[in-house]
């Protein structure tokens, strides 16, 4: 089983469409967690992060850990074809130096 | 205009050959990092250094090696050892104490001729 399980999708939503994102996990230590964007041969972008569980907003963006279920989400309400991108969720246990990615999620937001 | 450079854009290696990819930063960053991107796969860490003249390898050393000799830059060789090289290469950077904040630079591609 793999530390960290994203479904690459892709997906393809319409203009204004909630979108959600989501990763699992299987490495109980992990106590950060972080949502990246990528758009098409640039670098990762970090969106948000979070410690530890709860949910976290930014905007259109809300991050949700539940440390219980090993599951990560992130929300895009209003999603805008500037959206369109590849999100990485990535992981990490305290004190280390090493970040865990998903494959990453290719989503396309349609005018 | 801070940030993280890497260069060159596209590195085109024949067989054989070593290449080094570029990575500086302005950041006054503390910690830098060397990753792997293959199509459809998430990033995997090569090599990471938490300050001058130290680094650590990675999960995917093998091929691969660093150099930190000043704070704001960390090369690295893809040698002739690695012998599918080809991949988008991605060098980050972090603030001492900023644990979860890792921040990319551009990129790096390189295609074996």
């Known amino acids: 089983q793999k530390e960290v399980e994203q479904d690459p999708g892709p997906l393809s939503v319409p203009e204004g469409a909630i979108v959600s994102l989501n990763c699992t996990y299987s490495?109980?230590?992990?106590?950060?967690f972080m949502w990246y964007r990528q758009y098409s041969r640039k670098g990762p972008e970090l969106l948000m992060y979070?410690?530890?569980?709860g949910n976290k907003e930014d905007g259109r963006f809300t991050a949700q850990v539940d440390k219980s279920s090993k599951y990560i989400s992130l929300f895009i309400r209003d999603s805008q074809p500037s959206d369109s991108a590849t999100y990485l969720c990535a992981m990490m246990k305290g004190g280390s130096e090493k970040l865990v990615f998903g494959k990453g999620t290719k989503l396309t937001v349609n005018p | 205009d801070g940030g993280i450079t890497q260069s060159p854009k596209y590195l085109f290696r024949k067989e054989g050959q070593n290449v080094t990819l570029s990575c500086e930063q302005n950041?006054?960053?503390?910690?830098m990092y060397w990753y792997r991107q293959d199509p459809g796969q998430g990033l995997r860490l090569i090599y990471y250094s938490q300050i001058v003249n130290d680094f650590q390898k990675g999960d995917i050393a093998e091929g691969y090696s660093v150099s930190r000799e000043k704070k704001e830059s960390f090369p690295l060789t893809v040698t002739s050892a690695q012998k599918n090289p080809t991949a988008f290469y991605l060098c980050?950077?972090?603030?001492?104490?900023?644990?979860?904040?890792?921040?990319f630079g551009p990129g790096t591609r390189l295609l074996v001729l």
């Open positions: 980050a950077s972090r603030l001492a104490g900023d644990q979860e904040t890792q921040y």
């Open positions: 950041l006054n960053h503390d910690a």
């Open positions: 979070t410690y530890s569980s």
């Open positions: 490495n109980s230590a992990f106590q950060y």
